[in-house]
């Protein structure tokens, strides 16, 4: 038995080396499809960074030259790029004559601090009417409501939200002015579609779990309904919808530059959105960055997470 | 223990009572079994006096007590009171009736955390440690930190029933316990199950299986569509049967029905259809799923492959059908190179050599109807014309012995003992040659396997296959094979002639699965 608690482990490990290098991959990946974009854009790739209205002189033309060494052959530009990436050198916004990674940097934390109380107003949601709904008729009501949360667009929903509670009840402010009370508005508009569709998937967890063989061997021990979710269906229900998070936390960030113009907040949204407009690449690039950071992070949490809540997923495989 | 008087059973939306005038009672220490088919209403009784009967049941009868409390009309908060500290319940496959997301110590715990007030954590471990001492459970320690997916079959089944036994309770409800499990383990199980009836447990005992139950039963009732047709004690039952139903029960047991042709003399200087020499197959690292196994099968011929699971089995059947690749040896499927060849050139040869698996369930499209399903394997045969397929599926149909009135049916509309049926009719029509069979029968009730095994034998006879029979049922594979491989970890420990190995077995593994066979056998 000892040898192969040994070999499980030692799966562990190696799968956790495995989705590293994934992660590495995926990053690897984004980068290079930018840098090719850049590339690949008809033109001057020196007018192609400025962006299309930039009026510069010659002088900040020949040091964008300098920075991405163009006269250097394509593959030495692609590894110096790759080479600056790998420092965390994002290169720099010649329209806002700043470094990619101050701007990004400067906007980060009002976009992740929008993401994460979106993610929570929209887990708790999921699973208080995932778990409060039991009888048929609360199941048809909610399930009309999650239909028409996730159907309603995010900038409509917004505008309602402005108009209900900034404007009409006057419980929140309608613009930004950096308290967390006015976060609350545009974190439950974010929140709203994405807690339909994890809701959805939750209760279809919880109804799969509670057909599987051991839900009679639990209620045969005399266990409460109450025990039996909590205890028991409550973790088979959440290990599929542990992954779906994982899917919406990376499509959260294209919502959230929908909810920061409706909502006029500074944040990574409006920086994205600005930089496409003024095809302002190096931003472009380093968000493109960015996302496939997040992403791969959050993924890699999410199986961690999927590996904790089922042990039979690290099982070394059984054959017959 | 229990006293159950007229007892009848509604479903909504079914036509019929599902259990119908059933009366029965058991003292303490003694044990009843219930034997019949699928759908004759066992598990239905079972779950009618554990309070578990599914929405809209309507239940009456003239008695109807449990441990002493009258449970007619009794309310959800009265029956969880009953569950797990009165009555409790041991079903089939520990693998899933355990929560496989638990560890196994939480899940035995679970009973008297349910029915006691709260203890401290340390005397909850040492109660689940002395739960698995009793169920004879070595290194309770390690075993009660796993999950159910780490622990052998038999260990697992021990565990389900250490949690039955968690909160004390007078009653035993075990439903199909042994049913999942290698016919040795089945008997450590069974014996278990005898040292608690002995304890002043009163066990009611529900199978398919007339032989497995014998073993413990003091009386058993024989229950079909809803009602008991015979009851008496176990020896009197087996050895003089009153009712028809009873005699085709014990008639159909394995053991009773020797199916064998006379072994095909291996015509003297004629090739054989399949060969495998010195097959060798390793997953991961140093696990040995095969290793060197050969043998070689004639035109109506049948070798039977035995072991227990994990014991390479179904990885020979990989190899013998080219969807794994051998480390080393060969297959030769008549006499051509069948191993180590690619799949393209594999492919048009395909047809010769035919899957039947235990679930068949599952290798259904479950959108297709059996028409459309043998309309796709038909499809496949060049012999077959587009004009000429409905008459080719309705011979595949009468072939294997299926009404026609079913074509239009789909497979999960099917019984199980049908949807094997139609599993066939779809292998056969490749025309094979050869048919690989995996635990085929392996999920039936021993009447339906009966008839199954009896068109196996039928077509065997008929069409000169040849087979390739994977079962951990030795009296299934007495009566049909003619030559036996016995593995024990990916090893063929022993080989030769059915008839010779189980009247002369040479190795002590051998010695060790016939005997337990014929423990549970033992009538």
Redo the contacts between chains.
């Keep these: 038995m000892k040898n192969s608690e040994q070999h499980t482990s030692g799966l562990r490990r190696r799968t956790l080396f495995g989705r590293l290098g994934g992660m590495v991959l995926v990053v690897w990946g984004a980068a290079t499809v930018g840098f090719l974009a850049l590339r690949l854009v008809p033109g001057d790739p020196v007018d192609v960074m400025l962006g299309v209205h930039a009026d510069v002189s010659e002088s900040v033309r020949e040091s964008v030259r300098a920075d991405w060494g163009l006269a250097d052959p394509p593959i030495m530009q692609y590894l110096a790029y790759l080479g600056r990436l790998v420092r965390g050198d994002l290169g720099t916004s010649y329209r806002l004559q700043s470094p990619v990674a101050d701007i990004i940097g400067a906007q980060l934390v009002p976009t992740v601090a929008l993401m994460t109380l979106a993610l929570a107003v929209a887990l708790v949601l999921a699973a208080g009417s995932a778990l409060l709904a039991r009888g048929a008729r609360s199941r048809a009501l909610l399930s009309m409501l999650e239909l028409f949360a996730v159907s309603s667009p995010t900038f409509w929903t917004g505008l309602v939200l402005i108009s209900i509670f900034g404007f009409g009840l006057g419980w929140f402010p309608v613009v930004a002015t950096g308290g967390i009370a006015a976060l609350v508005l545009p974190a439950v508009t974010l929140a709203l579609p994405v807690a339909g569709i994890i809701s959805q998937v939750f209760r279809q967890g919880l109804d799969a779990a509670s057909a599987l063989p051991f839900v009679d061997t639990v209620r045969a021990r005399g266990a409460t309904h109450a025990r039996l979710v909590v205890r028991h269906t409550l973790r088979h229900a959440a290990a599929n919808s542990v992954t779906l998070t994982g899917y919406i936390v990376g499509s959260l960030l294209g919502g959230s530059v929908l909810v920061e113009t409706v909502f006029a907040r500074p944040g990574l949204g409006r920086v994205a959105l600005n930089a496409i407009i003024n095809r302002d690449i190096p931003i472009v690039l380093g968000i493109i960055v960015l996302a496939a950071v997040v992403f791969s992070i959050v993924n890699l949490l999410v199986d961690l997470l999927a590996d904790r809540i089922d042990p039979r997923l690290t099982a070394p495989a059984v054959y017959s | 223990m229990i006293e159950v008087r007229n007892l009848r059973v509604d479903l909504p939306g079914t036509r019929g009572p599902a259990v119908d005038g059933i009366s029965l009672s058991i003292a303490p220490g003694e044990c009843l079994a219930i034997v019949g088919e699928s759908g004759a209403g066992k598990s239905m009784l079972a779950r009618t006096l554990?309070g578990?009967t599914p929405a809209g049941a309507a239940i009456t009868a003239d008695e109807l007590s449990v441990n002493g409390v009258d449970v007619r009309g009794l309310g959800e908060a009265g029956?969880?009171?009953?569950?797990?500290?009165s009555i409790?319940?041991v079903?089939?496959?520990a693998l899933?009736?355990?929560?496989?997301?638990?560890r196994v110590g939480r899940e035995i715990a679970?009973?008297f955390e349910?029915?006691e007030k709260r203890m401290p954590r340390l005397e909850r471990d040492q109660r689940v440690q002395r739960l698995l001492q009793r169920v004879a459970v070595p290194?309770p320690l390690?075993r009660a930190g796993q999950?159910a997916?780490?622990l052998s079959g038999g260990l697992r089944q021990r565990a389900?029933i250490a949690?039955?036994l968690?909160?004390n309770p007078a009653i035993l409800i075990a439903d199909e316990p042994t049913t999942a499990l290698d016919v040795t383990v089945q008997a450590q199980i069974l014996r278990l199950l005898a040292e608690l009836k002995a304890s002043g447990i009163a066990v009611l005992l529900i199978s398919h299986d007339l032989l497995v139950v014998a073993e413990l039963a003091d009386r058993i009732a024989v229950m079909q569509r809803g009602r008991f047709v015979e009851v008496a004690p176990a020896a009197t039952l087996l050895a003089d049967p009153q009712h028809p139903y009873t005699r085709e029960l014990l008639a159909a047991a394995p053991s009773n029905r020797p199916r064998a042709a006379a072994a095909p003399a291996a015509p003297t200087g004629a090739t054989p259809l399949l060969s495998a020499r010195s097959l060798m197959k390793s997953?991961?690292?140093g696990?040995r799923?095969v290793d060197d196994v050969s043998f070689d099968l004639f035109a109506g011929g049948t070798v039977g492959i035995v072991g227990e699971?994990?014991?390479?089995?179904?990885?020979v059947a990989k190899l013998l059908l080219g969807i794994d690749e051998t480390d080393s040896g060969t297959v030769l499927l008549d006499d051509k190179p069948w191993s180590g060849v690619s799949e393209s050139r594999r492919r048009a040869r395909r047809g010769q050599i035919q899957l039947i698996h235990q679930d068949s369930l599952g290798t259904f499209d479950p959108r297709y109807s059996a028409q459309r399903i043998l309309a796709e394997a038909t499809g496949l045969d060049s012999a077959v014309t587009r004009a000429g397929r409905p008459a080719r599926i309705h011979e595949l149909f009468d072939q294997v012995e299926l009404p026609r009135a079913l074509l239009a049916r789909r497979a999960q509309e099917l019984s199980g003992g049908q949807r094997q049926r139609l599993a066939i009719a779809r292998a056969l029509a490749r025309r094979p040659r050869v048919l690989v069979l995996d635990e085929p029968v392996s999920a039936l009730d021993v009447l339906i396997q009966s008839h199954v095994l009896d068109l196996l034998a039928t077509l065997r006879e008929r069409m000169g296959l040849a087979m390739v029979f994977i079962s951990h049922d030795l009296a299934v594979v007495r009566g049909l094979c003619d030559q036996v491989l016995v593995m024990k970890e990916g090893r063929v420990v022993e080989q030769g002639a059915t008839e010779t190995i189980f009247r002369l077995p040479q190795h002590a593994f051998t010695r060790q699965l016939l005997a337990a066979a014929r423990l549970v056998e033992q009538a």
Excluded at chain 2, 79 to 85: D, I, M, N, V, Y
Excluded at chain 2, 309 to 315: C, F, N, R
């Design positions: 554990l578990l029956w969880r009171a009953l569950r797990g500290a409790a319940l079903s089939q496959d899933v009736a355990l929560d496989p997301l638990r679970e009973p349910v029915h290194e390690l999950f997916h780490e389900l949690s039955a968690a909160a997953y991961g690292r696990v799923a699971s994990g014991s390479g089995k179904t990885t």
